[in-house]
């Protein structure tokens, strides 16, 4: 199989720490509402309040956390789940906790469904200090009542982009999506993933009419190259 990445304008901060591997991954939370038909989270962790830190158990919070970043040599966290926004308190506690130990530039960020996303837990982020938050829509109505929260983010300084699985047939709406993102002036890059298969979402995805292509290809645009 050929994997392909294609990208216009710059990585994320965020992303070009993921490449360089100096980036941990923590899974927050496997709470989450939605019910979206290609989630690839393992039925052991989703719907589950647990933890993992590149794929360890946390048992401590937040101390596993801090020996699995030391372990790491980690410069920064990606924060996914489930919806990380359902235990905002969580983040906010741990954002403020890791930027007080390793100092600001100890870069952080969270991905997040826009149609989880509230006015109290967006009051809660936007003073944790947390650099980077990627929204999930894959259709504008999803964005309904949530940019005047998603500029509340980014008055604060946080960098806000798109972040989707590339679903067959969804072209369109993702880009209606993107349209109505970067029109508003709220987000500064795009990313449109691989769509993960597991043993989760494969039944799903067959009943779609789904099948594997000979090539995976994942897209990233900054927006500046969009202008
Ligand atoms: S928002 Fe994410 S975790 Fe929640 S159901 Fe959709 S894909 Fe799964």
């Known amino acids: 199989m050929?994997?392909?990445?294609?990208?216009?304008?710059?990585f994320a901060r965020g992303c070009r720490q993921c490449q360089l591997g100096i980036k941990s991954v923590l899974f927050i939370t496997g709470v989450c509402p939605l019910n979206c038909?290609?989630?690839?989270?393992?039925?052991?962790r989703f719907g589950r309040d647990v933890m993992f830190i590149n794929?360890?158990?946390?048992?401590?919070?937040?101390?596993?956390?801090?020996?699995e970043l030391d372990r790491a040599g980690s410069n920064g966290l990606a924060i996914t789940g489930g919806d990380p926004i359902m235990v905002v308190d969580r983040v906010v506690e741990l954002v403020r906790l890791l930027k007080d130990i390793y100092g600001q530039g100890f870069h952080i960020h969270m991905y997040t469904h826009a149609l989880n996303i509230n006015e109290e837990a967006i009051k809660k982020m936007a003073g944790s200090g947390i650099d980077e938050v990627r929204i999930h829509a894959i259709n504008p109505a999803q964005?309904?009542?949530?940019?005047?929260?998603?500029?509340?983010?980014?008055?604060?300084?946080?960098e806000l982009g798109l972040e989707v699985p590339a679903l067959p047939r969804f072209e369109g709406e993702i880009i209606k999506v993107a349209e109505v993102l970067i029109t508003n002036g709220l987000i500064s890059f795009v990313n449109l993933d691989e769509l993960d298969v597991s043993p989760a979402n494969?039944?799903?995805?067959?009943?779609?009419?789904?099948?594997?292509?000979?090539m995976v290809v994942s897209l990233v645009v900054s927006t500046q190259a969009l202008r």
């Open 2 to 10: 050929i994997r392909l990445n294609i990208v216009f304008g710059e």
């Open 37 to 44: 038909f290609y989630c690839p989270v393992s039925r052991d």
């Open 55 to 67: 794929d360890r158990p946390i048992n401590k919070f937040p101390g596993d956390i801090i020996d």
């Open 143 to 158: 964005l309904n009542g949530k940019l005047s929260l998603l500029r509340v983010l980014k008055d604060a300084g946080i």
């Open 202 to 214: 494969i039944n799903n995805l067959i009943s779609m009419g789904y099948s594997r292509g000979p």
